[in-house]
């Protein structure tokens, strides 16, 4: 059965430091990968996707990701956290036979420090 | 952008009674439209997929009878909890696409969170 693991619960960072979110999968046909956003009490944001083509993936708000498919991983990056990006982050994998039905990771909880 | 309103985005019912939830598609016509539940400081779960017109496929173990869906026009799907139990207190949310294919975008809702007391 397929699986997306986000391996940490809660991340803090302080403001201004880099941040890194990990998700791995578990498919066994070739997954499309995103991560989401969500603030307390909303809905989710997408802040970027991977399809096919380049591995490093540019999203918006200065987010990155990198699909390696040899560690089954698709972590999130920012190379410097604003005090806004304090919120719940999901990873989400779907595969093109199920359409737009997707599996979501745990979440990762980021909290930033001043 | 396209926009997914759901209303209310809060709603207190009391047990045994039933809450209708609306997700509508502002700026688009939405083929397709999934229900998810969010129980705190989890994820979201897939309750069911809904398109126009048609019967609701629901995941496996979520009661169809409790959780009434109905996509009756392009625009709006409503999630009926009926005869809620304090156990369905939760936060729903909703999310549509135009399309059918895996690159359809997905546009999420603000959510609802339903209290039963």
């Known amino acids: 059965a397929q699986s997306v693991t986000q391996p940490d619960i809660h991340i803090t960072v302080s403001e201004g430091a880099s941040l890194e979110l990990r998700c791995n999968y578990s498919?066994?046909?070739?997954?499309?990968l995103f991560w989401y956003v969500q603030s307390p009490g909303q809905g989710l944001q997408l802040l970027l996707k991977?399809?096919?083509?380049?591995?490093l993936v540019q999203g918006i708000k200065g987010f990155e990701a990198e699909f390696k498919r040899s560690q089954s991983s698709f972590n999130l990056r920012k190379p410097s956290v604003h005090w806004s990006d304090a919120a719940e982050y999901f990873c989400?994998?779907?595969?093109?036979?199920?359409?737009?039905?997707?599996?979501f990771g745990g979440g990762t909880r980021v909290l930033v420090k001043p | 952008g396209a926009v997914v309103s759901q209303h209310p985005s809060r709603v207190i019912c009391k047990s045994g009674t039933s809450v209708k939830i609306e997700c509508r598609s502002l700026?688009?016509?939405?083929?397709?439209m999934f229900w998810y539940r969010q129980f705190p400081k989890q994820s979201l779960m897939l309750m069911a997929t809904?398109?126009?017109?048609?019967?609701?496929?629901?995941e496996q173990g979520v009661e169809k009878d409790k959780f009434l869906i109905n996509h009756a026009s392009l625009t709006l799907s409503t999630l009926t909890v009926t005869s809620a139990h304090p156990e369905d207190s939760s936060f729903y949310i909703c999310?549509?696409?135009?399309?059918?294919?895996?690159?359809?975008?997905?546009?999420f809702g603000n959510g609802t969170r339903l209290t039963v007391t």
């Open positions: 999310s549509a696409t135009a399309g059918f294919g895996y690159n359809s975008p997905l546009h």
């Open positions: 498919y066994g046909a070739t997954p499309y």
């Open positions: 991977y399809f096919s083509g380049d591995t």
């Open positions: 989400a994998v779907g595969i093109k036979a199920a359409g737009n039905k997707l599996t």
């Open positions: 700026d688009f016509q939405a083929t397709t």
């Open positions: 809904s398109n126009e017109g048609s019967k609701a496929t629901y």
